[in-house]
């Protein structure tokens, strides 16, 4: 397959401005100015996964390569290893075991010839579909061109520069894909448009009809995330109360046990230490039958210490974290001393889950004016939507949890990204699936014709058919003429 | 030389095109794929986990029709299982389609698959593990700066991820592996006993091949046989 050289300093086939008369442009006045876009969430996501544990990492990629491969891997571990024990050892059947035994062998061959007609014919077709989505040699809904994947990028790369290390190779792709990042983010600010690179084809901006809609789903989605957590303060709500009020009617007990952790812990330097500490701590709390909320609050010291470092500054920060999270306790056992009844507890808490209730509030009203002006024929654009969420942060009152926090260029790249990277998922699900149907006549053929050869060459007993070396011993067992 | 591989190349390319570039371009745009490109951006689990049970459930009514059709016809197959080969086909695609479409409406159920997902996975997204993670990404430089928001935005997609993926396999192993391999079996190898007397109805008696060696219970057959001739004879 061909991968065709780009030139990763600039675009060239970069399209025209039309207010400047068709001369500048639009890369050249965009890249690498006024850059406020906060940590790309990529970067993170990845950082992130690596402190976490191997099951999630290894969920997480399966999410980011689920499809009709994966579909093909688990029906053929069921056809191969479950069903042909349970087919062979039915209790319930009345047929002879010799035809179970023989009906059971066809799973494992048909489940290894699935995996080698269909499996191998969908991976194939979906390394063509990245690579037409990387160069955009799909519908814009698959486009890639504007977050290429790591691996195009370090195959180009090579390709204009064979003596890179690997190093070397990791770095540039992804300055190239922060270049690509910063290009859109910039595009989405100053033009208010994304620009789509075709295939040997000069760049466009998305067809208007498309961007407004981005947005729309932007603003959507991001009044979803608000209400979710408006709800969520309902629950949040119950459980500071039960907790509040363990503190008010318990807080000499509350006091002395985090006190005594504090002071116990104070003299361990490292991970396993605390996590000892804590662990026995909870043991004891429990034998003591000690209330449910302290030994809850005790466990959420050691989750934090539970976490596997990888370097000596991770665990020393953990160890920092977990110190300042038993320092958080006791002030919250104090902050309680004082409150002496229960509606006293329901007041404080009250007041305390308002704050982050009237700023969801205030950011969903804010995101609904904004939906109300994109729908207008004028529209707004993005620069004006970042004004006027800029002024209600200005006014105050929009705690770190509301969804306006974030900048809303980098909310509409994430949309447009995950837009693009679940469209090429359908699509390649789709096309397995018609590959895979495509290629099941062949697999049925195949199994029909090697399944009785295979049981006749392994399991004569089972089948008709008897080896060659079996027919001769019978042959030569048989009586002679003469004795006859 | 240099001629001939570019000739080679560029010819290669116009059949790739040609005969896989385009074709797919156009499927890209077949009707329906707007529904699926819509619904795999809006991560509608039910949806997606849906099409990946539909792909297997039409994989199997059409295994199943020729494989029952293929063993009916195989001559290489003994005469005396090639029907119970086929009934046993028949018997497994059809409870296969139903049970996997069963095990999918149960297992896909969004209160189910939450319920799961909590139990096994919870331990890693609950708040004190985030906050740890959380504390380890702000001692390094690049993130010294990183908000709250932005810190949980990102612990919001992993989770995200995590749960697609887990609902997938699930939703995928539940279908395939127990419905259709485990729950299955035990149905449809009786009733491939039945579904064979039917197909047989109008058979004369077959005769077994007199090269089949039946290991099944022959000592207790033989015993029985045995004391029914003893019984006969007294």
Not at chain 1, 23 to 52: E, H, S, W
Not at chain 1, 99 to 105: D, E, H, L, V
Request: glycine content about 4%; hydrophobic content about 35%.
């Amino acid at each position: 397959m061909k991968v065709e050289k780009i030139s990763l300093n600039s675009y060239g086939n970069m399209p025209r401005s039309k207010d400047s008369g068709g001369t500048k442009l639009y890369a050249n006045r965009a890249l690498n100015t006024n850059f406020t876009g906060g940590i790309p969430q990529a970067d993170l996501v990845k950082d992130i996964q690596q402190l976490m544990p191997k099951t999630i990492k290894a969920t997480n990629r399966l999410a980011d390569s689920m499809g009709e491969i994966q579909n093909i891997i688990i029906n053929a571990v069921g056809t191969g290893l479950v069903a042909p024990i349970f087919i062979k050892y039915n209790p319930l059947s009345k047929t002879d075991e010799d035809t179970r035994t023989y009906s059971a062998w066809r799973q494992p061959l048909s489940a290894v010839l699935a995996i080698a007609t269909q499996a191998s014919m969908v991976a194939p077709f979906n390394n063509l579909i990245n690579w037409m989505a990387n160069t955009g040699k799909l519908p814009d809904p698959y486009n890639k061109t504007n977050f290429q994947d790591d691996k195009y990028i370090a195959k180009i790369i090579k390709k204009t520069q064979p003596n890179l290390s690997k190093e070397q190779l990791g770095v540039a792709v992804k300055k190239e894909q922060e270049r690509q990042y910063k290009e859109l983010l910039e595009n989405l600010r100053n033009q208010n448009t994304i620009f789509i690179k075709q295939h040997k084809m000069p760049s466009k901006p998305m067809d208007e009809a498309s961007y407004k809609n981005l947005l729309l789903e932007t603003v959507d989605s991001m009044i979803k995330e608000d209400n979710k957590k408006l709800e969520n303060c309902g629950t949040t709500k119950q459980k500071r109360a039960i907790r509040s009020e363990f503190f008010r009617k318990h807080n000499d007990y509350a006091k002395q046990v985090m006190s005594g952790i504090q002071k116990d812990t104070e003299k361990y330097a490292t991970l396993d230490e605390y996590r000892n500490y804590l662990s026995g701590k909870i043991k004891s709390l429990k034998s003591e039958q000690a209330d449910q909320e302290l030994i809850s609050m005790v466990k959420e010291i050691q989750d934090r210490a539970q976490i596997k470092p990888h370097d000596e500054n991770a665990e020393k920060a953990l160890i920092k974290e977990v110190q300042n999270k038993i320092t958080k306790m006791l002030k919250q056992v104090n902050t309680y001393s004082n409150i002496l009844s229960e509606e006293d507890v329901v007041k404080h808490v009250d007041e305390s889950i308002q704050t982050s209730k009237s700023a969801l509030e205030k950011s969903i009203s804010t995101l609904n004016e904004i939906k109300t002006k994109l729908n207008t024929p004028d529209s707004i654009s993005i620069k004006e939507i970042e004004k006027q969420i800029a002024q209600k942060l200005k006014e105050g009152n929009i705690t770190d949890e509301c969804s306006i926090k974030t900048s809303f260029a980098t909310k509409v790249i994430e949309k447009y990204k995950s837009n693009i990277e679940g469209s090429l998922k359908g699509y390649k699900q789709f096309t397995g699936l018609v590959i895979s149907l495509a290629v099941l006549p062949v697999s049925c053929y195949l199994l029909n014709w090697i399944y009785p050869s295979f049981m006749d060459a392994l399991f004569p007993n089972l089948s008709n058919k008897k080896h060659d070396n079996e027919a001769s011993a019978l042959v030569a067992k048989a009586p002679k003429k003469e004795e006859v | 030389m240099a001629r001939i591989s570019n000739i080679i190349s560029n010819a290669t390319n116009k059949v790739v095109d040609y005969a896989l570039v385009k074709p797919l371009n156009k499927l890209s745009t077949a009707p329906g794929m707007a529904r699926v490109r819509k619904e795999y951006c809006n991560k509608n689990m039910n949806f997606i986990n849906g099409i990946g049970i539909a792909s297997i459930v039409l994989k199997d009514g059409l295994g199943c029709y020729m494989y029952v059709n293929q063993s009916l016809h195989n001559e290489k197959i003994p005469d005396d299982k090639r029907k119970f080969v086929a009934a046993l086909d028949l018997a497994n695609g059809g409870l296969m389609i139903a049970m996997q479409i069963l095990m999918h409406l149960t297992i896909s159920n969004k209160l189910m698959q939450s319920k799961m997902f909590n139990k096994l996975y919870g331990k890693y997204f609950n708040r004190s593990v985030t906050k740890g993670y959380q504390a380890i990404l702000k001692n390094h430089d690049k993130y010294k700066g990183m908000t709250n928001k932005e810190f949980t935005d990102a612990m919001g997609v992993i989770r995200g991820k995590a749960v697609e993926a887990f609902s997938n396999i699930t939703s995928l192993a539940a279908a395939t592996i127990i419905g259709k391999r485990v729950i299955v079996p035990f149905i449809a190898t009786p009733l491939a006993d039945k579904t064979k007397a039917w197909m047989c109805r109008n058979d004369k008696p077959a005769e077994i091949s007199s090269e089949t060696k039946n290991t099944y219970c022959c000592e207790k057959h033989n015993h029985k046989k045995d004391e029914d001739e003893t019984q006969k004879k007294a």
